[in-house]
């Protein structure tokens, strides 16, 4: 079996070579068209068009392949935020984040393809994430890192932003960027056994 990401994000290329996985990055580069409300909805549409983009590319294969696209969106009440464009952004997001929970999806699809057969399997994690209220000088600070500018909802639990997250209920490597266990689990549903292949 041959896997492929669909993704040009260090974090999910960094997850997917922990778990041991051998695989080749073929990043889906088209635009992502938002046609849903709920968060849930948007981030498995979005990972299924990232998916299906490097299987249009790729008309002629030779071994079974698993392609996975996945794609991250924050939600706090009713607003869903992707990356912030600029620093006024990213200052709005974290502001409206400190002190209080919000959710973080990722939805993943996973398309199987042997023979003349093709598979498409789309799936979501929730993660519930709670932050310490944080000063303007802390969001100042935080913002002067650069880190939240590549980030959905502009911040990275990995990175410094770690000092302000008082808990999280659901999956942390869903929040950094894909669900690793949970594709684990899904794969063995659809017949991937990803350690079991001769
Ligand atoms: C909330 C959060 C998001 N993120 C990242 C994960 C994703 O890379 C990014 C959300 O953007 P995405 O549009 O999901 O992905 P991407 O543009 O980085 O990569 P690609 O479309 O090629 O797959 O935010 C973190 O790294 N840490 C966090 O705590």
Request: negative net charge.
């Amino acid at each position: 079996m041959k896997y492929i990401l669909a993704s040009a994000s260090p974090r999910r290329r960094e997850l997917l070579e922990q778990i041991g996985l051998e695989f080749e990055i073929i990043p889906a580069c088209g635009e992502e068209v938002i046609q849903y409300e709920r968060p849930e909805e948007v981030v498995m549409d979005l990972s299924r068009q990232k998916a299906e983009e490097i299987v249009k590319k790729r008309t002629e294969i030779t071994i079974p392949e698993v392609i996975i696209g996945a794609d991250t969106v924050v939600a706090y009440k009713d607003t869903i935020l992707g990356k912030p464009k600029d620093k006024g952004d990213a200052y709005r997001m974290i502001s409206l984040l400190q002190g209080d929970s919000h959710k973080v999806y990722t939805g993943v699809t996973l398309i199987l393809r042997s023979g003349e057969k093709t598979t498409v399997h789309s799936f979501f994690e929730e993660t519930k994430v709670t932050m310490y209220p944080m000063s303007e000088a802390e969001r100042e600070w935080y913002i002067d890192t650069k880190e939240p500018f590549d980030k959905a909802g502009g911040y990275g639990i990995q990175g410094k932003c770690a000092i302000f997250i008082e808990k999280i209920s659901g999956d942390y490597n869903s929040v950094v960027g894909l669900p690793v266990a949970r594709i684990y689990q899904e794969l063995l549903k659809l017949g991937v056994d990803i350690y079991g292949e001769s």
